[in-house]
Each structure stands twice: as structure tokens, then as C-alpha cells.
């Protein structure tokens, strides 16, 4: 039986891998937790928070899931406790590319995250198409990267991964640079920032006194339309007028070079700025 060690159980995302780790009986799972409102929500799934001289030596998984500004202090409190060979599994690939997380030659390092269930994740029930965040009813792919350690190290994070993340459609492998590519690059820094200025744009027009209602159906519907079209969901285009626009107001909206975001040196910058506190 796998021993696990979950750190930072009870936080946001702590508690969904909580959630599904209590599914999977085959995993002995230590959680680990010290804010006051974790723990009443470890509590509140019936959940024992272990201490960690007792877990992580013990454990062959070693789950950080914390904030990245307290990956560093805390990876560097509880790495040299663990026992050689054991994995370091993370979510997320700020602090790794960072350098922040304490390293150790014998232990295996992997990254794990989400895609979360696509707006095309067509699901059979109303619960999976409302599960947005996924790890509940919705399908959802992940990408996983080895950053430092053997094959077997990758297996079983990619194993453990796939469980704690389910249910899942599809497993990525990818490097650590192409996971920061995707995340903060593509996915914080270009889409969610887009998406930011759209909902400007939308409070804009309803204060400009378009009925909300009609706004909020009118802009999701082009929106869900137009993603359809540029990502190949459906076989066709926009109309002349619309690539017009669209033509005209890029150099408005964008500065030119803004594609520089995807060079690993602008993305180090970007995740220095996500793991400094």
C-alpha cells in the first residue's frame, strides 16, 4: 500500500484531493494541515491530521499542496525528513522552475496539474457539465512532467496523479518548461488576462444600459461560438466583417511583441513574481 503524505490538506485544493483520496482505499493517506480553518475542514470529512515527524519520514509520496510563496520555506522544513527514494510530488510548476523547492539527489521530483473538464467536455449529467474545477464527476486531462529522479518515480506520480485528479480523460507528459509554458504563460498571463478585459468590457456595457440579462446571453453565446470556430470544434468561419474588426482592433488592444511572454526569460520573471511573497 502506497503511503501518502498530504500537505496542506485542508486548503482549497487539499480538500478536493481529500475528497478523492477518501475514495481510494488501496492509498494510506497521512494529512498534514496547520491553519485552524484546514483543520475544521478536515474535521468536517471526518478527517485526522497527522503530525509531520510522524508522516513524512514514513510516507513514499510526499503531496505539497500549498501556496507557491510557501513551497520554499516549508519544502526545506519537510524534504530532509523524508526517506531515500520517496517522491516529491507538486501542483503546479512555479516553484520548481523557480528553484525554490529544496532539493535532494535521491528523492524523485515530479509536477502534476490539472487542465480542468474543457468547455467541449461533453458530460452525461447536469452535476459533471456543472463540475468546472473537475475532480469531482467531470472528466478532465492532466499534464504531468518529471523534473528530477527515475522512470518509476514518473509512474508513480503520474499513478497518483491520475487518482487524486479523477476522473480523468487523458495524461499528458510534458517537461517542466512546457508545463510553465502553459502555466502562468498561456493559461494566467495571456487567456485569463483576456478574459479580465472581456469582463470590463461586459460591466462597461451594462452600465452603458444594455439589459443585463441580454448582455450576459448575447456575449457568452458569441463567445462559446467563437472559441468553437478558431480551436476546429466546428467546421466554419466568421463572417468578412468580423476578421475586419478584429484585423483593426489588435494593434489597439495588444502592444506588438506581446508573444515575448512565451520566452523562458520573460517566464521566469513571470513565475518570481508568483512565488515571491
Known amino acids: 500500500m502506497t503511503k501518502i503524505a498530504l500537505v496542506g490538506a485542508g486548503g482549497k485544493m487539499g480538500c478536493r484531493l481529500t475528497d478523492n483520496f477518501l475514495k481510494f482505499p488501496t492509498y494510506d493517506v ?12 478536515l474535521r468536517e470529512r471526518g478527517v485526522s491530521v497527522t503530525d509531520p515527524q510522524t508522516a513524512i519520514p514514513d510516507a513514499d509520496v510526499v503531496i505539497l499542496a500549498l501556496p507557491d510563496v510557501a513551497l520554499g520555506s516549508l519544502s526545506a522544513q519537510f524534504i530532509p525528513m523524508m526517506k531515500p527514494g520517496a517522491l516529491v510530488l507538486t501542483l503546479d510548476p512555479a516553484a520548481p522552475l523557480d528553484g525554490v523547492i529544496a532539493h535532494r539527489d535521491d528523492l524523485g521530483y515530479v509536477i502534476a496539474h490539472p487542465c480542468h473538464p474543457s468547455v467541449f467536455n461533453w458530460e452525461p449529467t447536469e452535476a459533471a457539465t456543472r463540475d ?56 494566467e498571463t495571456l487567456a485569463q488576462t483576456c478574459m479580465e478585459v472581456v469582463k470590463e468590457g461586459y460591466d462597461k456595457i451594462i452600465e452603458l444600459g ?49 508573444q515575448k511572454i512565451f520566452e523562458m526569460d520573460d517566464i521566469r520573471e513571470q513565475v518570481r513574481d508568483i512565488t515571491n511573497a
Open 132 to 187: 468546472f474545477y473537475g475532480g469531482i464527476s467531470a472528466k478532465q486531462s492532466i499534464v504531468v512532467a518529471l523534473m528530477h529522479g527515475t522512470e518509476a518515480h514518473y509512474a508513480l506520480g503520474a499513478q497518483v496523479a491520475s487518482d487524486m485528479y479523477q476522473p480523468i480523460k487523458l495524461v499528458h507528459r510534458i517537461t517542466l518548461e512546457q508545463m510553465a509554458i502553459l502555466e502562468p504563460a498561456m493559461v
Open 30 to 41: 497521512y494529512y498534514l494541515e496547520v491553519g485552524e480553518r484546514g483543520c475544521d475542514n
Open 210 to 258: 444594455v439589459p443585463e440579462a441580454a448582455a450576459r446571453d448575447f456575449v457568452l453565446g458569441h463567445l462559446r461560438i467563437q472559441i468553437a470556430v478558431l480551436f476546429k470544434e466546428v467546421n466554419g468561419s466568421f463572417s468578412d466583417a468580423a476578421y475586419k474588426i478584429s484585423k483593426r482592433a489588435k494593434p489597439i488592444l495588444f502592444r506588438e511583441n506581446w
